[in-house]
């Protein structure tokens, strides 16, 4: 029984295989493999003789099978069967074998292609992305150049634009007001000339250090160039006079943080900076352009009343900065058609004795008839025409005043002085020129004496006093104009070889009215009486005025109350030269 279970089992596995081998054979791939056929030839044979000897057990079936009819014959078939079938499985499987080996080969050799290709891809996949990532950065680095400032890494006039642009409508739309406020350095282009590019360069640093630290989140603040600074206030109140007060205590802030001297190879150099202020939106929509035009505008405004101010935009400044440039370029005419002449004031001792003059200049404008020189000067300074206007004043005073001495109107001794603007002050050549133009008169230094203000002396200090004990060598005296209005410190007065010292018209104004007025005075008195330097007070015009400087100490005057200034022809004819005395030596 078992052995039928073992020949039928055999006889369903062959079969099997012949049934699969059978459907195979329909596949192309199997069909067309070498030796399919002898194998199912093979296969086909060894089921015959496992029918044969299934018919063994089973006589009945030996129809199906047996082609003899003795047990012999079957035993011969199924051997036949057998051996035939095992002989094209052997001859079968010979061919198939090499070619499933082959199979198996370029089955591993397409593996390993698509895994090289796999891998390839992936480095190629990565490079795109490193290549992406590459771009994205430079991409990235671009904008970043292209709205940043280099010097300060802020933000510049791009983004500034961007973001303003921005700001106008959602200003308009919010209800809120925002303001910019729009910063230059005072005296920036003299500390870069006399500097250099390098310390210039710290200053805007230290100066983007302090300020950046005034906005909000929701602020700006770049720099558009050059010592230009802008910070737009965002959010303020919707009420337009207390967007106001916001937006100036914060000018003052940055005006008040830069107040602290920037040390410079040892130095101490002072910074100061003028703001203007435009609030936006106002009625008619403007364009970003427009708003830091005003903005610019309101900043000269403040620099007309700097150093350290700030001022708001009012529709009033763009006339008077139309004025300006017309006024700029009626300058340059006035220079060469000779519109310019000179007024002089005196100065004089405790008994009224004239001791020098101030020379100080007029225009004498063809249709607005006689301008003053705090209207003009701010306007010669800043269309750069201050250096020829002061080498045009020297000349002019110098030629009159040894014209005058020629003529014997006077005793000697006398000394004219002359303003001189601190941008003409701090040029490399300064004194050559001054040499060059006392030589082509018939005069001696010793007959002159430059007023300079603190604008100059907040400068490179070793320079200033090298320049200045230059000009003493000449015999030119020199004297602090303006003191008290500015910065200087006693430190810098005590290092600077200094003629006199002149108090500022507006201490002496209220100087028997005001105790803080007459406190700084007499400050000032106590300072340089240790000091060896004279003390001229101006814009005296009355006497309780020089009373009380008498009774503080100070000994030289000059204002109204001894003469307006005039030209030296009238003050001759006046007679304030027939009691002179030599100017004060020290
Ligand atoms: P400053 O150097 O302080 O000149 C004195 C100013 O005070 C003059 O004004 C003079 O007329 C005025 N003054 C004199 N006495 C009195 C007085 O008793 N009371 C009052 N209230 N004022 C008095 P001015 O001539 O209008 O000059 C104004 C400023 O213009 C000068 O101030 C000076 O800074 C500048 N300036 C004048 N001429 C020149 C110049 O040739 N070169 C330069 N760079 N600046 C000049
Ligand atoms: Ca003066
Ligand atoms: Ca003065």
Redesign the pocket.
């Known amino acids: 029984m078992f052995d039928i279970l073992l020949e039928v089992t055999n006889s369903l596995i062959v079969a099997a295989i012949l049934y699969t081998l059978l459907r195979g054979i329909k596949h192309p791939d199997v069909r067309n493999q070498p030796g399919t056929r002898l194998v199912v030839i093979g296969f086909g044979l060894l089921f015959f003789s496992l029918l044969i000897d299934i018919t063994d057990n089973f006589p009945e079936l030996n129809y199906l099978v047996v082609v003899g009819d003795t047990k012999f014959q079957a035993f011969l078939e199924k051997v036949a069967g057998m051996l035939f079938g095992l002989f094209f499985l052997a001859l079968g499987l010979n061919r198939w074998i090499p070619s499933i080996h082959k199979l198996a080969s370029t089955r591993s050799s397409l593996e390993q292609q698509v895994k090289k290709r796999t891998m390839d891809l992936e480095h190629v996949n990565k490079r795109l992305l490193a290549e992406v990532t590459e771009r994205q950065q430079a991409q990235k680095q671009l904008e970043h150049q292209a709205t940043r400032d280099t010097l300060t890494g802020l933000p510049n006039r791009y983004a500034l634009t961007e973001f303003l642009e921005r700001e106008i409508s959602r200003a308009s739309r919010r209800n809120y007001f925002s303001a910019v406020l729009f910063l230059d350095l005072d005296n920036f282009k003299s500390t870069n000339d006399l500097l250099g590019h390098e310390a210039g360069d710290r200053v805007l640093k230290t100066v983007s250090d302090r300020l950046g630290l005034f906005g909000r989140k929701e602020d700006f603040f770049g720099r558009l160039g050059g010592d230009e600074f802008v910070l737009v206030l965002t959010e303020l109140d919707g009420c337009l006079q207390v967007a106001a007060e916001q937006a100036q205590t914060i000018a003052q802030k940055l005006i008040s943080a830069l107040d602290e001297p920037i040390l410079m190879s040892g130095h101490k150099l002072n910074v100061s900076g003028c703001i203007g202020i435009k609030l936006f939106p106002d009625s008619q929509k403007k364009t970003v352009g427009e708003l830091l035009k005003q903005a610019d505008m309101a900043m000269y405004h403040a620099k007309s009343n700097g150093p350290g101010v700030a001022s708001f935009f009012c529709d009033d400044m763009q006339k008077l900065v139309e004025q300006r440039l017309n006024l700029a370029k009626e300058l340059q005419e006035a220079m060469e058609q000779e519109q310019f002449y000179?007024?002089y004031?005196p100065q004089v001792t405790i008994d009224d004795q004239v001791f020098g003059v101030?020379?100080?200049?007029?225009w004498n404008h063809p249709t607005r008839g006689m301008v003053?020189?705090?209207e003009f000067?701010p306007v010669?300074?800043e269309a750069g025409l201050?250096n020829k206007?002061?080498r045009y004043?020297l000349h002019h005073?110098l030629s009159e005043w040894s014209k005058f001495l020629a003529d014997g109107v006077w005793e000697g001794g006398m000394k004219v002085a002359?303003?001189?603007?601190p941008s003409?002050f701090l040029q490399a050549d300064f004194v050559d020129q001054i040499e060059h133009i006392v030589c082509s008169y018939d005069l001696t230094g010793c007959h002159l004496v430059l007023?300079i203000?603190e604008g100059v002396v907040i400068q490179d200090i070793a320079d200033v006093s090298a320049k200045m004990e230059a000009l003493r060598r000449l015999g030119i005296g020199i004297s602090l104009?303006?003191f008290g209005t500015g910065y200087s410190s006693l430190a810098y007065i005590k290092r600077l070889p200094l003629d006199s010292l002149?108090i500022?018209?507006s201490f002496?104004?209220d100087i028997h009215i005001d105790p803080n007025d007459a406190a700084i005075v007499d400050a000032i008195l106590a300072m340089t009486a240790s000091l060896e330097i004279e003390v001229i007070a101006?814009?005296?015009?009355t006497e309780a005025q020089r009373n009380f400087l008498r009774r503080r100490g100070c000994n030289f005057y000059?204002?109204?109350?001894f003469s307006?200034?005039a030209t030296l022809a009238d003050l001759v004819e006046k007679g304030v030269f027939e009691q002179t005395v030599e100017y004060p030596a020290v």
């Open positions: 000179l007024h004031q101030e020379a100080l200049l007029r003053g020189p705090d000067i010669a300074e201050i206007l002061g004043v005073a002359v303003n001189i603007s003409h007023e203000t104009d303006d002149k500022d018209r002496v104004r101006e814009g005296v015009e000059q204002g109204y109350l307006r200034p």
